[in-house]
């Protein structure tokens, strides 16, 4: 038995040294050396550490469950062991939303303390706008979008406070650490599956390997190269929010077959951009407004709308998110916030000001319809990997935080057992007020397949009319998003305006805004499964969406000579923001999201 620093740990050093940093020492873990023949064409000399459960995703529902284990390991007088990683630099540097947080679960996570966690601003008004190009008209706040008693918050801060709270009750947490592999075991065969190799079977999940360091572009081993850890538990727990990639090689898996009773997933892209006014200059500035618009810039079959928050410090917080279902593969969802600021309605609010931060997430939405099977032997699917996002309320964050406190429970009660699956889980969720709130919300989503007015009127008649008590179920359509998009040939092309660097920026002017970084001598993590797809199917077939939908100007169709189109496509991997839609939108879905390097990617320190 060895000690460790409990905590962060920078990084893996040669062959059987951790070097800790940042938190004080005084918990004990199991770390065994041992040659293991992964799927790699040679030996590969891993550390092993064990927990009795460990946590992949450092955000709301993750870390909920962690202290929700931790709390139930106190009261029953038991020693129950948990670890959390998480790829960002540090916990809250991947999170971004909103954010508008119903404090429901918070309460139950600390009846005593929940007014100490950080809820910037108490929200004051509503406000809910239909835009045509040129105007604005006022709509009624349907029951689900009352925001009374909620609070406009930085998610970033509440993950910070979150996961102060649960070190201090005792859970190892590692930023900077990405989940690259599964490891199944199959009887006595122990399986390494990724979304390369062998993601198609495996019986019972016991943990992940974290992703190797120090792999240079040409992907040979540099001098620094070090092995991920292979973190075995006996339950591992997915939170890794929206199309989550060890949570993709789970949904392949043909023995587990998760999502066999379950909608396809549908997804959407939020682009944020954080403001500061000056009140004295612009009496627009509301401290607790919440405002949501539909209509334009959206066309009438393109589900979308915007947020606008105004918050402490004189801050706004505001964003546009689209369904990644549209069909016009030249829309680009970036380009449509840029435009969208500039509608007099809108940019009223933020005139004189300053933009100090941007980023971009991809989110679930297809609601109750879309919610896998949450178990399976070895663990359980947290947060909004699973899909708890209450699309008509505009609200994740406390579902994703219920999914996890119920999670941890029956994860507890299987570890008090010994069962292999923590089923009880579904039990709970389907008697929990979190299912009571999908299901009742569980068709307003899927009026909008018909088009923006007869969403909304039948919205109207869902929400104020039948008060969410309807007898019909309507399901979207069976299509995944990918799918959704059209040949461009049978669209027109979208032109848009070139951006003014006052209110409206190119993406390259706000990506330095996101602090994203990543070290740049290491294979691409966005990587294509067949080179040749995109010169000749995504750009003569589709007019290249990626180079419009990805809102970080990760992917670019260049001049090359050598190619039978004179063009190619160029991935710029560094600027990318994590936020999953090419992984999603791709049409061929020849893209596969990986994770660089532990603690690459964006800085949401604020978000």
Request: with cysteine.
């Amino acid at each position: 038995m060895m000690s460790f620093t409990r905590g962060r740990l920078s990084h893996i050093v040669r062959r059987h040294t951790l070097i800790a940093k940042g938190f004080p020492i005084n918990r004990k873990f199991h770390l065994n050396n041992k040659y293991r023949q992964n799927d790699e064409s040679d030996e590969v000399e891993r550390e092993q550490m064990e927990y009795d459960v460990l946590i992949v995703g450092g955000g709301p529902s993750g870390l909920t469950a962690a202290i929700r284990m931790k709390q139930l390991a106190a009261e029953s007088g038991k020693d129950v062991s948990v670890g959390l990683i998480d790829k960002g630099q540090e916990i809250g540097s991947h999170i971004l939303s909103g954010a508008v947080i119903d404090p429901t679960t918070l309460k139950e996570l600390f009846p005593e303390d929940w007014n100490s966690a950080p809820l910037d601003t108490k929200v004051t008004r509503d406000q809910i706008t239909y835009l045509t190009a040129t105007k604005h008209f006022p709509l009624p706040v349907i029951p689900q979008m009352d925001n009374h008693g909620n609070y406009i918050i930085s998610l970033a801060q509440l993950c910070k406070w979150l996961s102060t709270k649960a070190e201090e009750a005792g859970v190892d947490i590692f930023p900077g650490f990405s989940g690259s592999k599964l490891i199944y075991e199959n009887g006595d065969k122990t399986i390494y599956a990724d979304h390369k190799k062998n993601y198609q079977d495996g019986k019972k999940v016991v943990g992940i390997v974290t992703g190797d360091a120090g792999i240079g572009k040409d992907g040979k081993k540099k001098d620094t190269f070090e092995p991920g850890i292979e973190l075995r538990a006996k339950y591992t727990l997915l939170a890794e929010g929206a199309r989550g990639s060890l949570t993709k090689v789970l949904y392949r898996n043909e023995h587990l077959n998760l999502r066999k009773k379950c909608d396809p997933q549908t997804f959407a892209l939020g682009v944020k951009e954080i403001w500061e006014v000056d009140p004295n200059q612009n009496e627009h500035f509301e401290n607790g407004l919440v405002a949501h618009t539909q209509g334009w810039p959206m066309d009438q079959s393109t589900y979308g709308g915007s947020w606008m928050y105004h918050y402490q410090g004189n801050r706004i917080s505001m964003g546009f998110v689209v369904a990644l279902d549209y069909k016009n593969p030249t829309l680009s969802p970036y380009q449509e916030f840029q435009r969208f600021k500039h509608h007099p309605f809108i940019n009223k609010y933020i005139k004189s000001g300053k933009c100090i931060h941007y980023g971009a997430r991809s989110l679930s939405e297809g609601g109750y319809y879309s919610i896998p099977k949450l178990t399976f032997p070895g663990g359980a699917l947290i947060g909004d990997c699973a899909g708890f996002l209450n699309v008509p309320k505009i609200k994740g964050i406390h579902t994703n935080m219920k999914s996890g406190l119920m999670g941890a429970e029956a994860t507890f009660e299987a570890l008090q057992q010994g069962k292999d699956e923590p089923d009880t889980y579904q039990q709970r969720f389907e008697s929990s007020w979190l299912y009571d709130e999908l299901y009742s919300t569980r068709n307003i989503r899927n009026y909008f397949k018909w088009g923006t007015w007869p969403g909304m009127i039948m919205s109207g008649i869902d929400s104020m009319i039948l008060r969410s008590k309807t007898p019909w179920d309507v399901h979207n359509h069976n299509q995944t998003d990918n799918e959704c998009t059209l040949p461009i040939k049978e669209v027109t092309k979208i032109e848009y305006p070139k951006p003014d660097g006052i209110t409206s920026f190119d993406i390259l002017t706000n990506l330095a805004r996101s602090g994203t970084n990543h070290q740049h001598d290491q294979p691409a993590h966005l990587q294509l499964r067949d080179h040749d797809v995109p010169q000749k199917i995504n750009l003569p077939v589709y007019g290249g969406p990626e180079q419009y939908f990805c809102p970080a100007k990760v992917y670019e169709y260049v001049d090359d000579e050598q190619s039978t189109i004179g063009k190619r496509l160029q991935i710029n991997a560094q600027n990318c923001l994590h936020c999953k839609a090419c992984d999603i939108k791709d049409t061929t879905q020849n893209i596969d999201y990986t994770t660089p390097e532990g603690g690459g990617g964006p800085a949401y320190n604020i978000m």
